[in-house]
């Protein structure tokens, strides 16, 4: 056995320990940087030396040659990471449609005295003021006026829906292109990854970078990866490949219906298949909550405008000729306005009726006619505002729970991945008396040897 | 499990977020005043406080309609207290003139006091409550009784189509009396009876003539008149009196609903209070207890 054997024994201890140390700092250095994986420095004692010096002569001893350090793990879990991805999914979706339901909540302004329902008490009162004395111009001006308020609050509360319609496009859009430069930075993650691999390397901080653009991604919408999660990862959505090592199938827009923006692979132009994350979000609010609204909303529209020019245009003016229509005729939410002024106003009906203020009567009447799907016209008006207020309501209990969900896993995720301060003290601590104990074995070797070289043989001196 | 610094960072904030929210709708909650803020505090809640609003609005319109049929009806009132007062002046004078006592100029002085009389009764026909004509059924511009050159001396041009006014749910009440009908013109209310102005013609025709036996028998037909007059007269004081009591009712079911309103949409202050407190005192313990755990580290017991 050479004398200088245990020198690198002790040597090897130096340096794992120092490495070791460095794995601490750099975690320490990364305790709070996102997505972060935590890194742990694997030790391995080194190849044994077989029999080469047996002083026994029974067996074959292993003589120890110190430590190695195999690699460096980086600590996750496969399984939490796809848990985290299909609850964030869920809770990018309901936390989107909870802040839209919010916002429409605000403009529908229901219950106070902002809403539709307030100008439409205010609209039936007013005629019921203009019967008891219809020849009065104040009352016919607050016919005319009430009537004008209604028709501005239906267009309002009509435009400001379509803008948060046109808005959830344009986050489809926006959301299009967060896909595509995503797609192309994993991409080309994915090449390093595999450079890195093929030079032996293990490259922890890239792999951490491409969990968090998939954590990303998997935000947007539903995605599925595929492999290892080494460099032969491949990721889809719905079935349809998107990243395939540094390759990427890019998704674009395309005008779809009604002008709103449509989804679809770029190389052969079908549909993108969503099923989840903002991007479902998006497109549920677009097409399916906002427009149910906007029908439901038209048609109350209508049907006061129709209802109401159909019994005024039986009346007839101040000057006794025949009333004509009170709104536009034809017109819904989008465009209702009041036809009729206060000369043209129908404040009595023809001279047969025997009680001359029966037309504002059966105008102020309309408000208790069962005219839309089995309800009155303030019933129905009420119906869209508890839809509202249900699908709200439930948007945000959902986001809140999925939310929960989400930041239970992500704890979950902190336990395993995450750094401790205390651990890494402790490792610091730990390594830095392995490093002084090896240190120490190498003085005293080096005084073994120094025994050896200086104080044998003083006979040759 | 392991903990981390992050963790117990994750934990806290997440904490501190909920708390200070949960503060944050008790902070809005108490001085809003409001339970009920958007539709999706309480969806049946906010249904309910949106029909009762409509319910107060309605009543609102109802007890403004009562106002304007009392008023109206007021005005008709004290002018039908007038002409029933006028038609006993009347049936006196015609008593008087079918005295034996009375002598011929007396009755000359009679028959200039009927036709005062008429002129008295037409401008009464003609009563106008806030610049309208209230007797002349659907024209209220212009007068309903004018003087008529030929027979009957006055005669009516309204029509008789009514203002019908609704001052409780479903209930209509007509405010309109129209003056053929006080007046008996063309017997509208007394069949077989002439009108009020040619029942007076015909009496002062009877006492310029000193006819004591006509005026004795022409006095069935002024007590026709006068009696349809009395009569419309308490219909008038009837519908006042029920106007009366359905507006005391409208005012104690707007009462009833308010309250009811109220109890929905509105927060108990003192309850809201104790929560407002409760929560701020939650808050304030996950802030006490987010400086206990963060504050501490292994660093600090190595030396």
Redesign the interface.
């Known amino acids: 056995m050479p004398s200088f054997f245990s020198l690198h024994v002790a040597m090897s201890g130096l340096r794992a320990h120092q490495y070791a140390m460095s794995v601490t700092a750099h975690n320490i250095a990364n ?2 940087t996102q997505g972060y994986h935590r890194q742990e420095a694997r030790f391995m004692p080194g190849n044994p030396l077989m029999g080469a010096f047996s002083m026994t002569g029974i067996g074959i001893p292993q003589l120890g040659t110190g430590v190695m350090v195999n690699t460096i793990e980086r600590m996750r879990s496969d399984y939490i990471d796809s848990q985290i991805r299909m609850a964030g999914q869920w809770a990018e979706l309901w936390s989107y449609k909870d802040q839209t ?2 916002q429409i ?2 403009l ?1 302004a ?2 106070g005295e902002l ?1 539709l ?2 100008a ?3 609209f ?2 007013a005629w ?2 203009l ?3 219809p ?1 009065s111009l104040p009352s016919r001006i607050s016919v005319i006026e009430s009537g004008v308020a209604l028709s501005l609050g239906f267009r309002n509360l009509y435009s400001s829906l379509r803008q948060l319609q046109a808005r959830a496009d344009q986050d489809v859009i926006d959301n299009a292109s967060r896909i595509n430069s995503i797609a192309h930075e994993i991409a080309n993650l994915n090449e390093q990854i595999t450079r890195s691999n093929s030079g032996g390397f293990q490259p922890n901080d890239l792999l951490d970078q491409r969990d968090m653009l998939l954590d990303k991604l998997a935000s947007i919408t539903q995605i599925q990866v595929h492999g290892a999660g080494g460099s032969d990862m491949f990721i889809s959505i719905s079935g349809k490949t998107l990243v395939q090592g540094h390759r990427v199938n890019e998704v674009t827009i395309t005008p779809g219906d009604h002008g709103r923006s449509k989804l679809v692979w770029a190389i052969d132009g079908t549909d993108v298949q969503i099923t989840g994350g903002s991007l479902l979000g998006q497109l549920q609010i677009r097409d399916g909550v906002i427009e149910e609204y906007i029908t439901k909303l038209n048609t109350i529209a209508s049907t006061i405008v129709d209802r109401v020019n159909a019994v005024h245009a039986t009346g007839i003016t101040l000057d006794g000729s025949p009333a004509g229509n009170f709104f536009v005729p034809g017109t819904n939410a989008s465009n209702m306005a009041v036809a009729a002024d206060t000369l043209t106003l129908g404040i ?1 009906s023809p ?1 047969p ?6 037309l504002p ?1 059966m105008l ?1 009447a309309i408000r208790d006619e069962i005219l839309v799907d089995g309800e009155t016209i ?1 019933g129905a008006y ?1 119906g869209l ?2 839809r ?3 699908q ?2 439930e948007a ?1 209990s959902r986001s809140q729970v999925q939310n929960l969900s989400l ?1 239970q896993l ?2 979950q995720r ?3 991945s ?6 890494e ?2 490792n610091m ?1 730990k390594f830095q008396q392995a490093y002084n104990a090896a240190a120490r074995i190498t003085s005293v070797i080096d005084e073994m040897i120094e025994t050896v070289i200086s104080r044998m043989g003083v006979g040759g001196r | 499990m392991r903990v981390t610094f992050n963790m117990l960072n994750q934990t806290v904030l997440g904490n501190l977020m909920l708390n200070s929210q949960r503060l944050m709708d008790a902070q809005d909650m108490t001085s809003s005043g409001k339970r009920i803020r958007r539709s999706s505090d309480d969806v049946p809640g906010m249904g309910r406080a949106i029909s009762l609003r409509s319910t107060i609005a309605s009543i609102e319109q109802f007890s403004r309609n009562s106002d304007f049929a009392a008023a109206q009806l007021s005005a008709a009132s004290s002018a039908m207290q007038a002409i029933v007062s006028k038609m006993q002046d009347v049936r006196d004078k015609a008593m008087t003139a079918a005295s034996s006592a009375t002598s011929p100029e007396a009755r000359m002085a009679i028959a200039t006091q009927l036709d005062q009389i008429m002129r008295e009764l037409a401008d009464l026909g003609n009563t106008q409550h806030l610049g309208k004509y209230i007797f002349g059924g659907s024209i209220t511009s212009s007068k309903p009784i004018i003087e008529n050159a030929g027979d009957p001396p006055y005669i009516y041009v309204g029509d008789n189509r009514n203002l019908m006014v609704q001052v409780s749910p479903g209930i209509d009440l007509k405010v309109t009396i129209t003056a053929d009908i006080i007046f008996n013109v063309g017997g509208t209310a007394v069949p077989g009876t002439d009108d009020v102005f040619s029942v007076i013609k015909t009496l002062k025709e009877l006492v310029i003539a000193d006819d004591v036996e006509g005026i004795s028998a022409h006095l069935d037909k002024i007590d026709d008149v006068r009696r349809n007059a009395i009569s419309v007269n308490s219909q008038v004081g009837a519908q006042l009196k029920w106007l009366e009591t359905a507006k005391t009712s409208l005012l104690d079911s707007k009462l009833r609903v308010e309250e009811l309103l109220s109890k929905t949409e509105d927060i108990d202050l003192a309850e809201a209070i104790v929560h407002l407190r409760t929560q701020e005192n939650l808050y304030q313990a996950a802030l006490a207890t987010a400086n206990r755990v963060l504050n501490i580290s292994l660093a600090d017991y190595l030396k």
């Open positions: 305790a709070g339901l919010k909540e605000s529908v229901e219950p809403g329902s307030n439409l008490n205010r039936w009162n019921e003021e019967s008891v004395s020849e009595t001279a009726d025997d009680v001359y203020n029966s009567k102020a303030n009420l505002v508890s509202i207020g249900a709200s309501r945000a930041q992500n704890i902190e336990s395993i995450g750094v401790s301060i205390d651990e003290m402790l601590v």
